[in-house]
């Protein structure tokens, strides 16, 4: 099993565990290397640390940005990202603002579907904060019994051609590759066989576009071993990554216990021939 673990989310985005509870149990999982990647945001990161101390834990500055490539809504990670970037910090406040408004378009799709009162349900579970999104949108969706978890409203709301969607641009890849490198990070791309097995979603050529244009505009890494991966996207996925000569990141994208394909400290190997992103920074100490 890895010890490392470099995706999952906190309160301060769309996750169910503050950063200090988060980091106990990711300790108490056998995760020795962990980054903090909330969606768009960076405020949970210095709680997390302090706490990693407490456990002995190495952190890792993280952040998972929302982009908008094609017609395709993808999430980019950075790790070792420096918080304090004007660039980064700047344009991801951008991004938040912007959820305001999807928000608001996402509660008048379910209106219009006979669920009222979405909004000021999703923002109760997003604690008020901006950074509010469609998991907030699921969870009230989940309490007023129109789903039986979280995992299942995906099926039936908040995706294309379902109530609650609404289409949204993201940040460019372009400006999350720069402002993660402009930073000092490493970008990764997250949990690529969802953009595959997804309603529409990328054939081979289009996932090969997509890696030609990442790698040219200074992308390092790919999730091979993530919490929604198949054992057979594994294999994919490191294929992929020998191919374009990427690093290859793990991480389970644990929002919460019950709510997550994988809890946190519980992912396996990678495959043979797999070059682990953190390759990247020991190189650079």
């Given at each position: 099993?890895?010890?490392?673990?470099?995706?999952?989310?906190?309160?301060?985005?769309?996750?169910?565990?503050?950063?200090?509870?988060?980091?106990?149990?990711?300790?108490?999982?056998?995760?020795?290397?962990?980054?903090?990647?909330?969606?768009?945001?960076?405020?949970?990161?210095?709680?997390?640390?302090?706490?990693?101390?407490?456990?002995?834990?190495?952190?890792?500055?993280?952040?998972?940005?929302?982009?908008?490539?094609?017609?395709?809504?993808?999430?980019?990670?950075?790790?070792?990202?420096?918080?304090?970037h004007?660039?980064?910090?700047?344009?991801?406040?951008?991004?938040?603002?912007?959820?305001?408004?999807?928000?608001?378009?996402?509660?008048?799709?379910?209106?219009?579907?006979?669920?009222?009162?979405?909004?000021?349900?999703?923002?109760?579970?997003?604690?008020?904060?901006?950074?509010?999104?469609?998991?907030?949108f699921?969870?009230?969706?989940?309490?007023?019994?129109?789903?039986?978890?979280?995992?299942?409203?995906?099926?039936?709301?908040?995706?294309?051609?379902?109530?609650?969607y609404?289409?949204?641009?993201?940040?460019?890849?372009?400006?999350?590759?720069?402002?993660?490198?402009?930073?000092?990070?490493?970008?990764v791309?997250?949990?690529?066989g969802?953009?595959?097995?997804?309603?529409?979603?990328?054939?081979?050529?289009?996932?090969?576009?997509?890696l030609?244009?990442?790698?040219?505009?200074?992308?390092?890494?790919?999730?091979?071993?993530?919490?929604?991966?198949?054992?057979?996207?594994?294999?994919?996925?490191?294929?992929?990554?020998?191919?374009?000569?990427?690093?290859?990141?793990?991480?389970?994208?644990?929002?919460?216990?019950?709510?997550?394909?994988?809890?946190?400290?519980?992912?396996?190997?990678?495959?043979?021939?797999?070059?682990?992103?953190?390759l990247a920074?020991?190189?650079?100490?």
């Amino acid at each position: 099993m890895l010890d490392y673990d470099l995706h999952c989310h906190s309160t301060f985005s769309d996750g169910l565990l503050s950063p200090t509870a988060l980091v106990a149990r990711a300790a108490e999982r056998g995760v020795k290397f962990l980054a903090l990647t909330d969606h768009d945001d960076l405020s949970g990161l210095t709680e997390a640390s302090d706490a990693a101390k407490q456990h002995g834990m190495q952190f890792i500055n993280g952040v998972e940005i929302s982009v908008t490539w094609r017609s395709h809504t993808l999430h980019i990670i950075g790790l070792h990202i420096d918080p304090s970037h004007r660039p980064l910090t700047e344009g991801l406040r951008s991004i938040r603002d912007g959820r305001g408004a999807r928000a608001q378009l996402m509660a008048d799709s379910l209106a219009k579907s006979g669920i009222h009162g979405s909004l000021e349900g999703a923002y109760r579970y997003a604690g008020n904060r901006g950074m509010i999104g469609r998991t907030h949108f699921a969870r009230f969706l989940v309490e007023q019994g129109h789903c039986r978890d979280v995992r299942s409203v995906f099926k039936n709301y908040l995706v294309k051609n379902k109530p609650g969607y609404a289409a949204h641009h993201w940040a460019s890849l372009q400006d999350a590759v720069s402002w993660i490198s402009g930073s000092g990070g490493f970008p990764v791309l997250a949990h690529p066989g969802r953009y595959t097995v997804a309603r529409k979603g990328m054939g081979q050529k289009t996932m090969r576009e997509l890696l030609g244009e990442f790698i040219n505009l200074g992308g390092q890494g790919i999730e091979v071993v993530c919490g929604s991966h198949t054992p057979e996207q594994y294999v994919e996925f490191a294929r992929y990554a020998k191919e374009f000569n990427l690093l290859a990141s793990c991480g389970s994208d644990f929002h919460g216990p019950g709510e997550s394909y994988r809890d946190l400290g519980r992912l396996p190997d990678f495959p043979l021939d797999c070059r682990p992103i953190w390759l990247a920074w020991e190189a650079k100490r």
